[in-house]
């Protein structure tokens, strides 16, 4: 029977949770509800439908968006598959780092780390640019106040710091009110469009073969892919899970289903509503305020005020996400002593890794101090690189993850079947794979230009490179605590 909340926690398997070599404790009142929210929230489900399903649309040059989702759920459930059989023999919160590890040993592992750790890292940075700007453009709108979208973003830090640093739960409750919101006016909309018929009939015409072929369904699949980043992290939450070998499986499915059939149902709804005929046209021309207008034409201008507020919680509840995932990822390798020591305390009152989460919220508030005084534009620059990044680090974990599975189960004896050591980690990855490709090849569209791509490929590389560098000196210079690793792994 699973502990509850209020009961005594568990101890994280034998992993130490703090420079003593005591072991670690940490809240263990999660249940899937609310990983699956915390995962959710982190795809942000209504900026996905208002600022990335006019992409899907307009960059394919198709009406297939629905069919593009769908493919990419279909790759994303074969990768859980793998993901969640191996969670079963990686009993700690490192997720991509974990698995790579136990997969493809410590080198490649510690690479994957500083991989995740880079992707991460930007991204939520990017994308709380991205709210500051929202946030500025709210407070004009409603209030005709001008206040600079960075301090907007470093308010949002502080308030996202403080809700990090106490407990989990917290943060899961607030993200569960905040995605319930975003979820309910995007349904509203859908229900406005269906009972008046859309624009011209309700037809499966984005469903078909014929929408499929037309346009460039490679660039629909890759833009539809991005809108899933976030639901990986499942697995980062494992160590404050109530029961993790049947939560985190459960709340991986439930969470890259129910996101895929959400975004499917919508851009099938959305357009319906702007007419199959005119979809493209009109996600070309003014993609800024196609979700706006439907919700004007079809419910109320009132809904477009909503769908204005509720866009700022929505990306406020991303970052929250994400800020509680690079806390876990970095509590879970100071414990396994490859970042200092100090980030794998637990504070005794909300059982949280309070160090960790101090320190990303002075280093995410550092960086947009800084990119501030730079004079970067918020979204044109920061968000679109530093996404852009991310998007393409993450995916590339996850093609390793998949890969790391196959040999995983190659070389450890256990009873998993064909399917779940195999058949599926391999379809995923030749999925992941072929996804990769379709990314360094429009990088610089990802990122805004040749030399942008050039750039940010490069760190990124660099980044995982210096991660393997830093696990040879660990050998050299620390075999004991290598040998650990390589022990871990087998």
Known sequence: MSNSPQSQPQPLGTEPASVDGSQTLLHRGLGVGSIVFMVVAAAAPLAVV????????????????????????????????????????????????????????????IGAAALALGSYGVMLIGINAFLGVATSNLLMAFLNVDVPWWLCSLVALVSIGFLGYRDIELSSKVLGILLAAEALVVVVLNIAVVSQGGAAGLNVEPLSVSA???????????????????????????????????????????????????????????????????????????????????????????????????????????VLSFHNVLTRYQFTLAVKGLLPKSLAMVDQKHLTPSKSSLTFSLISLTATAIIAVLGWDPFKQIYTWFSGAATLGLIALMAMTSFAVIVFFRKKECTRSAWRAVIAPGLSLIGLT?????????????????????????????????????????????????????????
Do not use: H
């Open 50 to 109: 208002t600022a990335n399903l006019p992409l899907v649309i307009s960059a394919s040059g198709s009406t297939a968006a629905p069919l593009y989702f769908l493919m990419a759920t279909v790759i994303l459930v074969l990768f859980s598959v793998g993901f969640t059989a191996m969670s079963k023999y990686v009993p700690n919160a490192g997720a991509f780092y974990s698995y790579i590890q136990a997969g493809l040993g410590p080198r490649m592992g």
């Open 212 to 318: 499929f072929s037309t346009g460039t369904p490679s660039l629909g699949l890759m833009f539809a892919f991005f809108s899933f980043i976030g639901f990986e992290a499942t697995a980062v939450f494992r160590n404050e899970a109530k029961d993790p070998d049947r939560t985190v499986p459960r709340a991986t499915y439930i969470a890259v289903v129910s996101i895929g059939l959400f975004y499917a149902i919508s851009s099938w709804a959305v357009i319906e509503g702007l007419g199959v005929g005119r979809a493209v046209d009109k996600a070309t021309t003014d993609p800024e305020n196609l979700i706006m207008n439907l919700a004007e034409w079809y419910v109320s201008p009132i809904l477009t005020d909503i769908i204005q507020v509720l866009l700022v919680t929505s990306i406020f509840a991303c």
């Open 434 to 490: 072929a996804i990769l490709i379709l990314v360094i090849g429009n990088f610089s569209l990802l990122v805004g230009s040749a030399s942008t791509a050039i750039v940010l490929g490069g760190l990124l590389s660099a980044t995982f490179v210096a991660g393997v560098v830093g696990a040879e000196v660990m050998k050299r210079t620390r075999p004991d605590r290598y040998e650990a690793l390589t022990r871990a792994s087998q």
